[in-house]
């Protein structure tokens, strides 16, 4: 009887490739281009699908499902009403260890705002901690 050929792509059971996030306790600068994720939103939404579209976008860059956001971000993306969502936002994301007891993720992402006046082309970028 013939051996039964696998299917492209699949993988052997056990160790999967690829590296540990627990490791990598990161800082990075983002810029996130709001106005593209929020275009066609009706007004009375418009701040708070910015708010969930920057939780969306910190667990894809960081691979965390535990976003945590910080007030002054709130209020950034707030401060021209729920209409008046900034079109770019300047963020800074730090991946951290989280040391809480039975907590249910070994990492989370803490998002803060950076103030720069012109967010437009500018790369992402590493930041040290001293």
Sequence with gaps: MPAK?????ARKTGAKPGRS???????REYTIHLHKRIFG?????????AIKEIRSFTQQAMGTRDVRL??????EVWKSGIRGVPFRLRLRIARKRNDEEGAK??????????GVKDPKG???T???DT
């Design 126 to 128: 590493v930041v040290e």
């Design 21 to 27: 996030a627990i490791a990598d306790v990161v800082t």
């Design 122 to 124: 500018l790369q992402t």
């Design 105 to 114: 993720e070994k990492l989370y992402s803490y998002v803060q705002a950076v």
């Design 5 to 9: 050929a696998k299917a492209p792509g």
């Design 41 to 49: 939103v009706s007004f009375k939404k418009r701040a708070p699908r």
């Design 70 to 75: 910080d007030p002054l971000l709130n209020k």
